[in-house]
């Protein structure tokens, strides 16, 4: 009986619906700029409501697989400038550039649990997830701040070496936007919870602010996207090691 | 006491004793329902007093780095290299377990630190152990790396390379009895193919006061059965003794529920039951005692002679009323001076024990007489017909005394002045070492914690300035490298270390780099990098959000107070002579917060002696109406408080928080020999003009029951068996306190009150 319903509630989904994996392609797949440019403004705060605040520049290409950040303020960090290259099916390329010994140093990108920049964004968070690496659960239909979503939960398989257990996530029914998601500890208990707001501009729907808080450590980080400049035509030659030094005016 | 009310306190007692128990029954049962709401606490914490200025930066760091105290669990194979892959396993997995407990908020090992590496302009911080499961040359590389550094290395690994060091911090406010209990449970679990040493503040301030209250009720329990055999052999009456420990059963219920009944009304902490309040039964089981020891010895000597129980009762109460009502009431002023307590817990301290005196007073006016007169005995008993072993060698010293009394008292004089002497060489001090015997497992640990691992004590200094300035860095190097060339430290650790070790890292782990750096920008860029692959919360224990406070934190091995005050002094006067005067430094911990408390506990100790003994002396003065009178009733106490001391100070015992409580039982009991005494000495006066035989026929009366209640309250002697070594200190000082203070009465104020017993008789009968 059992094994009937399974495969009526299949046909159903399948003819009526779509399911979690088909969800999660169609958002991964929505249409994004070729090029970004923005000043960016991270806001740190702690567990005691103490905050830094940094303000960057930040030029990416290819949904962020070329990226170049410079440190605009505060004056301690003006001048750092961070390069990252993602290589598919090898590690990522990083360095960072220290003004003040005037060297450019490599960072490892093989620790993908490590925070970036001090904020509560592993370099995991940062790069966008393989598909295939995956497996999707629709959860459900839930309102999210008078947005209908699709309620996905998302399980790394082991072959994406995550950090995480599991990613329980709100895409909205109309856009496949990924609206709000939260990731699970390796021991399953929630430890973060990120909410992103959009625009549209050019024809593209675009992130202008993304608020994660960490939940185990009660520090969060919101970072604002503003001057946004799309398909600029930026070329693949910025993306180097001698234009870390290059303060943008 | 003004004869009415001794004549209603008779009639209740005597002509309605039914009624006179059952009250006091009812009475005790309302006082003892309060016991539902009494809490002990078995966390110190709870009893540092908060205006305490070290307790007021100790609780500010806390706010700013988390948690400061610390756990250590050093686990190994004696003899067995560290560096394989099961201990490996087991410490990432003890590790992992333990940083799950709800109360532990950061676990330090091999397995939970970074290593910070650079090379080839590369810079990483990863994690030390990569993983639980290990190949030979991630081992290799794993110790290659703790043996270049020496900051892990001492922290992490034991000097002979056997053992791990687990460091466990809990989150703020944590429970220390809670903690430990959760840490030990997967210790034991996970660890038991090892041995396993613990050591810290938390560990044994969580785990000590349990195991001491424990050792202690067991003890005590021991202490009332040989009590109970003492009273036993002396009075040979069953029923005697049981009544006797009615009274003393009715005080202690009757103290502890209205410790409960206060806490649940006043919601104060003051009434938690804790560590510091665990002598309080004893006290209170001696001056009980004695009360009841007084009353049913009178009772037996009347009855002997009238032969009718109601009529001995009667006289007993007659003769007794007085006595014990100013017993008690000196007693519980002695005891309420304690309010003036710097500490909060001691307040509570003199409140209840106050009311549970009180309360022994009642029944033992009341209660007692009723039931001595309610019981048929048995007049041809030996109890009643014969004076016991105690009462005949009371009758004979006596004579003695009287005969004697210049030698007696030159002799007192002397060995109370040779012994005083030793108070020169009295020792006020901790020493958490000395608590355990040479050998315990606590002991043991605690050594080996000191000997392999970097101690297990730990001090801060809070260090206010711009912490990412060159100059600030190079003096928190500066005040380490001060701390470290103390003979008792074994490390120190700040964010200057983490500096140095990053400035070696980013310059492609060349040592000659491992120094401050020389610019701000130099060292900000460090830790922008750092950022780039480190956890924010990484360095929440060193640095705190703005960069504006630091902390630096050795490890030390077991220190004891008078050192740790030493070392304080000249740590303090190091700063103040070669560190910059724009920096606030600050010290604390829990071992600078510990020394402040014994110097409270210790001052509030002597504070209550001496206002003891004025109070005592003023109301013994008003009662017996002559300043003379109370000067004499403080002659015991005063000899007993420095025979005592004294012998502390000849025989090494330290006065500690734990030793202090013996100053309560000495007044508490040695208050009530001198009143009996001098009560007794008024009464017989005034019955007849023949002096001759005055101060043998008052020892005669009093002095069993002083002896007896003395040798009873030796039972307590059998504290002397406890594994922890103050409190067998405590239980040798109780058996010499009970001789000081009955000796004391029967022998200096008794030789006193014979050569001026023709003055003192004058007077009283003037009065």
């Known amino acids: 009986m059992s094994k009937y319903l399974i495969i009526i509630v299949m046909l159903f989904s399948y003819t009526f619906g779509q399911s979690g994996y088909e969800i999660a392609k169609s958002a991964d797949e929505r249409e994004t700029p070729k090029d970004m440019t923005t000043d960016l403004s991270m806001i740190l705060t702690n567990k005691k409501g103490r905050t830094r605040t940094s303000t960057l520049h930040s030029v990416s290409k290819d949904n962020a697989e070329k990226q170049i950040i410079w440190f605009l303020a505060p004056a301690d960090d003006k001048g750092v400038a961070f390069l990252k290259i993602e290589h598919a099916g090898a590690d990522d390329e990083m360095r960072l550039w220290l003004p003040a010994f005037n060297k450019v140093r490599r960072i490892s990108s093989n620790q993908k649990s490590d925070s970036f920049m001090g904020s509560d964004m592993s370099y995991e968070d940062m790069t966008s997830r393989t598909l295939d690496e995956y497996s999707y659960e629709l959860l459900g239909e839930e309102l999210l701040d008078d947005v209908l979503c699709f309620k996905l939960e998302i399980t790394p398989k082991p072959e994406a070496e995550s950090n995480y257990s599991k990613f329980i996530t709100w895409i909205s029914k109309d856009e496949y936007l990924t609206l709000q998601e939260e990731y699970y500890d390796k021991s399953g208990r929630l430890e973060k919870v990120r909410t992103i707001k959009y625009a549209e501009q050019k024809g593209y729907i675009v992130p202008t602010e993304i608020f994660v808080k960490n939940v185990q450590t009660k520090h969060s980080t919101l970072l604002t996207f503003d001057e946004l400049k799309l398909d600029t035509g930026i070329e693949d030659n910025l993306f180097q090691e001698k234009n870390l030094k290059r303060l943008p005016r | 006491m003004s004869s009415k009310l001794k004549n209603w306190s008779i009639r209740q007692?005597?002509?309605?004793?039914?009624?006179?128990?059952?009250?006091?029954?009812?009475?005790?049962?309302?006082?003892?329902?309060?016991?539902?709401?009494?809490?002990?606490?078995?966390?110190?914490?709870?009893?540092?007093?908060?205006?305490?200025?070290?307790?007021?930066?100790?609780?500010?760091?806390?706010?700013?780095?988390?948690?400061?105290?610390?756990?250590?669990?050093?686990?190994?194979?004696?003899?067995?290299?560290?560096?394989?892959?099961?201990?490996?396993?087991?410490?990432?997995?003890?590790?992992?377990?333990?940083?799950?407990?709800?109360?532990?908020?950061?676990?330090?090992?091999?397995?939970?630190?970074?290593?910070?590496?650079?090379?080839?302009?590369?810079?990483?911080?990863?994690?030390?152990?990569?993983?639980?499961?290990?190949?030979?040359?991630?081992?290799?590389?794993?110790?290659?790396?703790?043996?270049?550094?020496?900051?892990?290395?001492?922290?992490?690994?034991?000097?002979?390379?056997?053992f791990f060091n687990i460091v466990v911090k809990p989150i703020p406010n944590a429970k220390t009895d809670v903690f430990s209990e959760q840490v030990l449970g997967i210790t034991e679990e996970l660890l038991s193919d090892y041995t396993v040493h613990y050591g810290g503040q938390i560990y044994l301030m969580g785990t000590m006061p349990a195991i001491l209250t424990g050792d202690v009720a067991r003890l005590m329990r021991v202490g009332v059965i040989v009590m109970a055999i003492i009273l036993l052999l002396s009075l040979r009456s069953v029923p005697a003794v049981l009544m006797n420990f009615t009274v003393i059963i009715l005080s202690l219920l009757t103290m502890a529920g209205s410790m409960g009944w206060l806490f649940k009304l006043t919601g104060s902490d003051k009434f938690l039951f804790s560590l510091m309040n665990t002598s309080m039964p004893m006290v209170l089981l001696t001056i009980a005692n004695s009360d009841g020891v007084h009353v049913i010895t009178k009772f037996f000597k009347k009855v002997r002679i009238t032969k009718d129980a109601r009529e001995a009762a009667k006289i007993t109460m007659e003769s007794l009323l007085l006595p014990i009502f100013l017993t008690s009431i000196t007693t519980i002023s002695a005891f309420l001076t304690m309010i003036f307590s710097p500490l909060q817990q001691l307040v509570g301290y003199g409140i209840s024990i106050a009311i549970g005196i009180a309360w022994a007073w009642i029944l033992s006016s009341l209660m007692l007489p009723a039931m001595l007169s309610l019981r048929k005995w048995k007049m041809d008993s030996k109890a009643i017909k014969k004076a016991g072993v105690f009462e005949r060698f009371i009758d004979a010293v006596g004579s003695r005394i009287m005969r004697y009394h210049k030698i007696v008292l030159a002799s007192a004089l002397i060995v109370v002045g040779i012994v005083a002497f030793g108070i020169k060489k009295l020792n006020i001090e901790v020493n958490i070492m000395t608590f355990f015997q040479k050998g315990s497992e606590i002991r043991n640990s605690l050594e080996f914690l000191d000997e392999e691992m970097s101690g297990t004590m730990d001090m801060q200094f809070r260090i206010e300035g711009d912490i990412k300035d060159p100059e600030t860095l190079k003096q928190m190097e500066i005040i380490q490298e001060f701390l470290e060339s103390h003979e008792k430290v074994a490390a120190s650790i700040s964010i200057a270390d983490i500096i140095k070790m990053m400035h070696k890292a980013v310059e492609n782990n060349d040592p000659n780099y491992e120094f401050i750096p020389e610019t701000r920008g130099k060292v900000n860029n460090l830790f922008t990098l750092y950022s780039m692959s480190g956890d924010p919360e990484d360095f929440e224990s060193l640095v705190d959000y703005d960069y504006e406070t630091g902390l630096v934190t050795t490890l030390m091995s077991t220190i004891s107070t008078t050192e740790i005050a030493h070392f304080v002094n000249e740590t303090e006067d190091f700063i103040d002579k070669n560190i910059d005067e724009d920096l606030s430094i600050s010290t604390t911990g829990i071992l600078v917060v510990f020394r402040d408390l014994t110097d409270k506990i210790v001052e509030s100790s002597f504070i209550s002696i001496f206002s003891s003994i004025i109070v005592i002396c003023i109301i013994a003065s008003i009662f017996f109406k002559r300043i003379r009178w109370g000067l004499i009733a403080i002659t015991p106490l005063i000899s007993s408080v420095l025979l005592t001391f004294g012998l502390m100070g000849w025989t090494g015992i330290d006065f500690s928080h734990i030793t202090a409580i013996l100053s309560s039982v000495i007044i508490g009991v040695g208050v009530d020999f001198a009143i009996h005494y001098i009560s007794q000495f008024k009464r017989i006066s005034n019955r007849s003009n023949d002096h001759t035989n005055l101060t043998n026929e008052v020892i005669d009366d009093v002095g069993y029951p002083i002896i007896l209640n003395s040798g009873s309250n030796m039972a307590f002697g059998a504290l002397l068996a406890s594994t922890f070594i103050p409190i067998q200190q405590i239980g040798g000082l109780m058996v010499f306190a009970m001789l000081s203070t009955s000796l004391g009465t029967l022998t200096l104020m008794a030789s006193i009150v014979e050569i001026f017993k023709n003055k003192l008789v004058e007077k009283n009968k003037e009065n």
Request: glycine share 4%; net charge negative.
């Open chain 2, 13 to 162: 007692s005597l002509d309605h004793p039914v009624r006179t128990i059952l009250l006091s029954i009812i009475f005790t049962a309302i006082f003892a329902f309060g016991i539902k709401w009494l809490v002990i606490e078995d966390d110190m914490m709870k009893i540092l007093p908060q205006d305490m200025e070290t307790v007021q930066t100790w609780n500010t760091i806390k706010d700013e780095f988390g948690s400061t105290d610390i756990m250590f669990i050093a686990f190994g194979k004696p003899g067995e290299s560290v560096y394989n892959e099961n201990i490996f396993r087991t410490l990432w997995d003890v590790s992992n377990a333990i940083e799950l407990l709800p109360n532990v908020y950061e676990v330090m090992s091999i397995t939970t630190v970074n290593r910070i590496d650079g090379d080839d302009g590369f810079m990483e911080v990863s994690n030390l152990q990569p993983n639980r499961e290990l190949s030979a040359e991630e081992i290799a590389s794993i110790r290659k790396y703790i043996e270049e550094n020496e900051n892990i290395a001492s922290r992490f690994v034991s000097e002979n390379g056997d």
